[in-house]
């Protein structure tokens, strides 16, 4: 399956951005995951979403200002980000693998299909 993140760009911080992640098959096909990587740092879980939506798991730095979801009948996957920091600032990529119903993956190497990644600057 081949990934296109997008939506990215430049925001002020307390500010909100909406990425979107589409695929070339059939996404409900696939556990998604986002993750994101700062200039000099690792890539970092940022969300993950089951095949279906049923389970979401967010990552620590994210929980209570992201929100991940998917609506499969349009082959996307969203990452909504508000309350901007300057520290989100980062090369944002969603990845699939496919998987059971239900399942959820939060590590990097579970994922075998990566995007390109779009650049969210945030601006204190």
């Known amino acids: 399956v081949q990934l296109q993140a997008s939506g990215g760009g430049l925001v002020q911080a307390g500010g909100s951005l909406s990425l979107s992640c589409a695929a070339s098959?059939?996404?409900?096909?696939?556990?998604i995951g986002w993750f994101r990587q700062a200039p000099g740092k690792e890539r970092e879980f940022v969300a993950t979403i089951s095949r279906a939506g049923s389970r979401t798991v967010l990552g620590d730095s994210v929980k209570g200002r992201f929100t991940i979801s998917r609506d499969n009948a349009k082959n996307m996957v969203y990452l909504q980000m508000n309350s901007l920091k300057s520290d989100d600032t980062a090369v944002y990529y969603c990845?699939?693998?496919?998987?059971?119903?239900?399942?959820?993956?939060?590590?990097?190497?579970?994922?075998?299909?990566w995007g390109r990644g779009t650049l969210v600057t945030v601006s204190s």
């Open positions: 098959r059939r996404i409900s096909d696939y556990v």
């Open positions: 990845a699939a693998r496919t998987s059971v119903t239900g399942a959820i993956y939060l590590g990097r190497g579970d994922y075998n299909a």
